[in-house]
């Protein structure tokens, strides 16, 4: 037997970002736990915005579990929040997720590390030098001291966490960073980016770093935004497709425009202007191997015969992964199968 740190991680009902919160409780198992085997919990959500103080009981359902190397017998389990009569809260955006073990999702998150209210790499006054050698950079003048180390170590706490990295890159602003996760099932890659969030929010704390997720934080700069592209499949979309079918969902996508971009994350017409390779929040509009539209169709897509996957360009950095998984989803389930 021995004693596991169980972190159970949860999100609150703050709007329109929802913040993630923790707490330990400590449990002997003979070895690493499975999901199964994590009991219930609870919290107090009227310190969250969950719950009215006279009746503030929520309840922590473990949906998800992950070892944390950071920590000596250390266990990340992701939950959602049910209320006391067992329905899932209204913050519960996990809970509205179609369950489809064949649907696929990658996220590429873009994201910013900040210190005393700048980027890092940016000087006390004014800007480094314009946008350009960053992407991709190399070199102290392009990165800084620290952003990489954490990075780096960010990148093996999501690893030894079994959390699906894809690849990581320096992005173009100084200081913006991106990761991508790819999951097969529904909810695991929006599992998985909510933990490699929490993971990264953490670790940042001892570099006296914040994670920057707004998807504009310089404003009305040249300087680049955050987003957090959504590639997606499905198994029909993957094995059968075919041009009526995909027609008919770039339809319904366009229908559906405007419920899209309401939970594709905070301030984004701020980043959906048209230029630096986004189309214009209120437009929908497809394209092959187009950065500029609002869903780009890889060129294989095509080539195969209208099949494959595609890349929802519109999300942003602070969009919530398990709002957006539920609404592609959803509208691909009005689409009627040829
Ligand atoms: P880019 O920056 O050019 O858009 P990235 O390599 O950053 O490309 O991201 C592409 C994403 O597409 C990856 O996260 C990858 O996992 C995802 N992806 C690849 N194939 C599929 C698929 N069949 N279904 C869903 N997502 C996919
Ligand atoms: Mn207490
Ligand atoms: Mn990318
Ligand atoms: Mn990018
Ligand atoms: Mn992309």
Redesign the pocket.
């Known amino acids: 037997m021995a004693k596991y740190k169980l972190e159970y991680i949860w999100l609150d009902g703050y709007q329109p970002v929802r913040n993630l919160r923790s707490k330990t409780q400590l449990k002997d198992f003979a070895s690493f736990p499975k999901l199964e085997e994590l009991p219930d919990w609870g919290f107090d959500g009227s310190s969250t915005q969950q719950a009215p103080g006279g009746s503030s009981d929520c309840v922590l359902k473990p949906v998800a579990v992950y070892p944390d190397s950071s920590r000596k017998n250390g266990v990340l389990v992701m939950c959602e929040v049910y209320n006391a009569d067992g329905t899932p809260h209204s913050s519960n955006d996990r809970a509205t997720i179609l369950d489809d073990p064949d649907a ?5 998150q873009e994201y910013f590390l900040y210190q005393d209210g700048r980027p890092l790499g940016f000087p006390e006054n004014g800007y480094p030098a314009p946008q350009g050698p960053y992407y991709t950079g190399v070199g102290y003048k392009n990165v800084g001291d620290i952003a990489r180390q954490i990075v780096e170590e960010h990148l093996d706490l999501c690893l030894d966490a079994g959390i699906n990295h ?2 990581i890159n320096a992005e173009v602003a100084k200081g913006q960073w ?1 990761f ?3 999951g097969k099932g529904s909810k695991t890659a929006a599992d998985q980016v909510w933990v490699a969030r929490y993971l990264l929010n953490r670790l940042c704390e001892k570099y006296c770093v914040d994670v920057e997720y707004h998807c504009k934080p310089l404003g009305a700069t040249d300087w680049n935004g955050s987003g957090m ?1 959504a ?3 499905t198994k029909y979309l ?1 094995e059968t497709g075919g041009e009526p079918y995909f027609l008919a969902l770039m339809a319904q996508f366009e229908k559906n425009c405007m419920e899209h971009i309401a939970v594709y994350g905070p301030d984004n017409h701020m980043r959906l202007t048209g230029l630096h390779e986004t189309q214009s929040i209120d437009k929908f509009s497809w394209g092959i191997a187009d950065r500029g539209a609002s869903i ?1 169709v890889p060129h294989s897509f095509k080539k195969n015969g209208w099949k ?2 595609l ?1 929802d360009r519109r999300p942003n950095s602070q969009g919530n992964p398990y709002q957006i998984a539920s609404r592609i989803l959803k509208t691909i389930s009005e689409v009627p199968k040829p």
């Open positions: 696929w999702f990658g996220f590429e894809e690849g991106e991508q996760i790819f592209h590639n997606f499949s993957r780009r494959g996957y890349e």
